[in-house]
C-alpha cells in the first residue's frame, strides 16, 4: 500500500466517521463502528508517517507494516 491508498483509506474512513456522528443519538451498534473507525484511522496514520520515516532514512517504505491496533492506541496524542 503506498501513500496515494493510505491517503484514499483515510478520507474514506473519515467520511464514514463524519455520517455516522452527523446524529445526536446513536446506537451501540453505531458508537462501536465509530470507535473502529478512530482506531483503523490510528493505524492508517501511524502507517504512513512509518513509510515516510523510512523514506527520510533512505529505507525502503514498502517494509513499512501496520502496527496493531493495541500498539497504535496507546501512542499519546
Not at 25 to 33: I, L, S, W
Not at 53 to 60: F, I, V
Request: proline share 3%; with cysteine.
Amino acid at each position: 500500500m503506498d501513500e496515494h491508498d493510505i491517503f484514499d483509506r483515510i478520507n474514506a474512513l473519515v467520511d464514514e466517521e463524519h455520517r455516522l456522528r452527523e446524529g445526536t443519538e446513536h446506537t451501540d451498534e453505531q458508537r462501536a463502528r465509530m470507535s473502529k473507525l478512530e482506531a483503523d484511522l490510528d493505524q492508517c496514520w501511524d502507517l504512513l508517517r512509518q513509510r515516510r520515516a523510512k523514506r527520510q532514512y533512505d529505507e525502503n517504505p514498502d517494509d513499512a507494516d501496520a502496527r496493531p491496533e493495541s500498539t497504535v492506541e496507546s501512542y499519546l496524542q
